[in-house]
């Protein structure tokens, strides 16, 4: 398909200004993506995805270890980031977070859960291990 064509089919209703001529123009509904961005998607996906109010922070403690090889109090502590916020952690580490939940994002999106709460929280948290594991391969550490 290719991303033009699908977002030609996928764009959201634009907003519109009148010109100088009074002729209505469109105006593009773009924003700057960034970590916290990214971040609210992962959530939005985990809770589409019948997550419960756990599900995030498990997803989040697994990825973490899959990713840094270690726990989110010592990725913080250790780097000397603001527990909460993540924009205070080093840059290679706001990287493989944004990638990671940007191919979560999508895997839970694309990703039926069935079971009970638990059951749908485990699977969630483990196809976020899981991904995280693929990504870690692309970094350094």
Not at 22 to 30: D, F, I, V, W
Not at 78 to 98: F, M, N, V
């Amino acid at each position: 398909m290719g991303f033009l064509n699908w977002w030609r089919n996928n764009s959201q209703q634009s907003d519109s200004q009148l010109d100088i001529f009074g002729n209505s123009q469109e105006l593009a509904q773009q924003e700057r993506v960034d970590g916290a961005i990214v971040n609210k998607d992962f959530n939005k996906a985990i809770k589409d995805s019948g997550g419960s109010n756990t599900a995030y922070g498990r997803a989040v403690q697994a990825e973490t270890q899959e990713l840094f090889d270690c726990d989110v109090d010592q990725l913080y502590k250790e780097t000397g980031g603001r527990k909460g916020d993540r924009s205070t952690l080093p840059k290679e580490a706001q990287k493989a977070y944004i990638v990671n939940e940007t191919l979560s994002t999508h895997r839970l999106n694309n990703t039926q859960y069935e079971g009970d709460q638990r059951q749908k929280d485990n699977a969630i948290a483990e196809d976020v291990a899981d991904t995280a594991r693929k990504v870690r391969r692309w970094f350094p550490w």
